[in-house]
Structure formats: structure tokens, C-alpha cells
């Protein structure tokens, strides 16, 4: 079992910046895929960024591109989200997930694990 706790959500203005940190304990591997997920009232889940097991590889929506930028530190089971010039769209409940793997995938079902969630909420 892998448990995966966010923090460094909050409320912020129009513009400005968020890190968003996800911490992993339990049976932790570097071989997990990561990813962020967002959800906002009554949307969808949707996939907002991906890395690679050994960080090498990143991916994102469209929708954030440009904005937001994944990391990760395996030597401290820890992946980041650096989210800037936030927009009120940006406002929903954020995800970290992990998978079995070396490579992400955008869709939700394929992640094994999952945070509770943290709040951002983008608003002036």
C-alpha cells in the first residue's frame, strides 16, 4: 500500500502562484508514475500533469501548459506541482495519484493510488 497525502493548497488571487506537494509513505518505490488531477464542482475529473517514474518525462493539459510545472524528488517520495499566474478556472479540489509503472497516463482509472485532495481556490 502506498498513502499519498497533498498539501500547500489554499486561496489565492488571480496571477498568483501555489505549490502543491504530495507526499508518499507506505511501500514507496521510485517506479510509480505520478500525476496531478483536478476536480472542481460538479466537473469531471480531469488530468492537469504527468511525470515518469524517474522524472525524465512530463506531460500536461493543455489547459495549464505553460503555467504549471511537475517535479519530483524521489529521494524524499515527494512530487510537486509549481502552479503560476493562476486563474479563477484554475479553482478546484487537486489530486496527486500514483501508478504501478514507469510512464503516466492522462486517464484516472489507470492510477493505483490516490491523496484525499487539497483545495485551491483561485478568486480576487
Known amino acids: 500500500q502506498v498513502q499519498l497525502v497533498e498539501s500547500g493548497g489554499g486561496l489565492v488571487q488571480p496571477g498568483g502562484s501555489l505549490r502543491l506537494s504530495c507526499a508518499a509513505s507506505?511501500?514507496?518505490?521510485?517506479?510509480?508514475?505520478m500525476g496531478w488531477f483536478r476536480q472542481a464542482p460538479g466537473k469531471e475529473r480531469e488530468f492537469v500533469a504527468g511525470?515518469?517514474?524517474?522524472?525524465?518525462?512530463?506531460r500536461y493539459a493543455d489547459s495549464v501548459k505553460g503555467r504549471f510545472t511537475i517535479s519530483r524528488n524521489n529521494a524524499e517520495n515527494t512530487v510537486y506541482l509549481e502552479m503560476n499566474s493562476l486563474k479563477p478556472e484554475d479553482t478546484a479540489v487537486y489530486f496527486c495519484?500514483?501508478?504501478?509503472?514507469?510512464?503516466?497516463?492522462?486517464?484516472?482509472?489507470?492510477?493505483?493510488?490516490w491523496g484525499q485532495g487539497t483545495q485551491v481556490t483561485v478568486s480576487s
Open positions: 495519484a500514483a501508478r504501478r509503472g514507469s510512464y503516466y497516463i492522462s486517464r484516472s482509472y489507470a492510477y493505483d493510488y
Open positions: 511525470i515518469t517514474s524517474s522524472g525524465d518525462s512530463t
Open positions: 507506505g511501500r514507496t518505490s521510485s517506479n510509480y508514475a
